[in-house]
């Protein structure tokens, strides 16, 4: 009894296994400068065939034909290849050609704007499901500021509830002050916030972690990533990355003034593997 419980525990860990080494990866950039050196790591990460091709998704952008060639030019310097550009804000949802062709992606890269522009493009729609089938497959989903954003279930906007004049950081530390909405989900346990350091958006970070302190919180800096793999991610770039996880004793005064204890907080550079939750 005890060796075919044994037996079946090994196969479940090693279908479980698998299952995860099928996966594919999240290249998470935090916005500003995409230097040469990063866009050579995202490429070897996709692990690009010679009839793959790369789909750009420009639906954040308020000029996505330009931020479409500007991305597209720089490619072309490193990978000579196909890349298509699927404005899904001008183009029907519902085009399975589109779709199947975004689904086979080997390499879907998500421009910077405003992550909520694009999702009102994909939310509930056939395009939200093909970029989850091909991350599912293994393939690799980029994206770069509001593309970094939508990463996550949980969205930083940028809004904050009790303050009605945007800023780009948060000067306050109140309860129920950061808004969200829906992403893609990609990571369903961890929130990233762009632009990190470049715009001193600790209050922000500190903000979500209170608001889902069973999440981790990850701030990506400007010209850096994190390549996700499972639940592990690979720092990549210029400058570093915060994460913040597990407060203690959280609590709120009564003016909605945040507290804690402590929390886990580190900073990582270039080639520092972390956990995150997936």
Known sequence: MMKKLFTLLVIISLSTFVKAQNKGNLFIIGGGNRS???????????DLKSTDYIIVLPMASTIPDSGFKSFSAQMKKLD?????NFNFAKHDVNDKKWID???SAKLIYILGGDQSRFMKSVLNTPVYAAIHKAYKNGSTIAGTSAGAAVMSKYMITGNQLLDTVYKETFNKLWDKNIEFEEGMGLLENTIIDQHF???NRYNRLISALAAHPDLTSVGIDESTAIIVHGNKATV???SQI???SNPKDLKKTDK???KFNQADFGIFTAGDVIEIKP
Do not use: C, V, Y
């Not at 000579?80 to 298509?84: D, G, P």
């Open 242 to 244: 915060i994460r913040l």
């Open 256 to 258: 909605g003034l945040l």
């Open 101 to 103: 062709s975004l689904a």
């Open 197 to 199: 350091l470049k715009r």
């Open 80 to 84: 000579n290849r196909m890349i298509r």
């Open 236 to 238: 990549a770039g210029e």
């Open 36 to 46: 040469d050196a990063l866009m050579k790591q995202m490429l070897q990460t996709a």
